[in-house]
């Protein structure tokens, strides 16, 4: 009978320690699954930001092409007028080389 005792005193013991390390993996693994949790949130922050930043980048882009346009235009119509102002000079020349003939 002390036998027995013993045995089963052994076997509650063992129970108890496999009860505790039961609930230190369940503690682990909650642990886990916590941290897990904080990884996505973390990745879908990451990825709203690099959307944003690709939003951002696009719309750099697009301002860009727009300002190249601006000054292409502002420089075709800078050689327009220069092309106008160098033909009045060729005119003023041309007005300046006829002798002037007398009225009287």
């Known amino acids: 009978a002390e036998s ?6 052994r076997f509650r013991r063992l129970a ?10 369940r503690e682990a693994l909650e642990i886990v699954r916590k941290e897990r949790e904080l990884l996505r949130e ?4 990451a990825r709203t930001a690099s959307e944003e930043a690709r939003t ?19 420089l075709h119509a800078t050689l ?7 033909e009045m000079r060729r005119t003023l ?7 002037k ?3 009287n």
């Not at 973390?42 to 922050?45: F, H, I, N, Q, S």
């Not at 327009?80 to 160098?86: C, F, I, Q």
């Open 93 to 99: 020349r041309d007005m300046q080389d006829v002798p």
């Open 56 to 74: 951002a980048a696009e719309a750099a882009r697009l301002a860009a092409m727009d300002a190249l346009h601006v000054t292409a235009e502002t």
């Open 16 to 25: 108890e320690e496999a009860r505790e390390v039961r609930d230190q993996h």
């Open 80 to 86: 327009e007028h220069m092309k106008v102002v160098e």
């Open 42 to 45: 973390a990745g879908e922050v």
């Open 101 to 103: 003939t007398d009225s």
């Open 4 to 9: 027995a005792r013993n045995e089963a005193e």
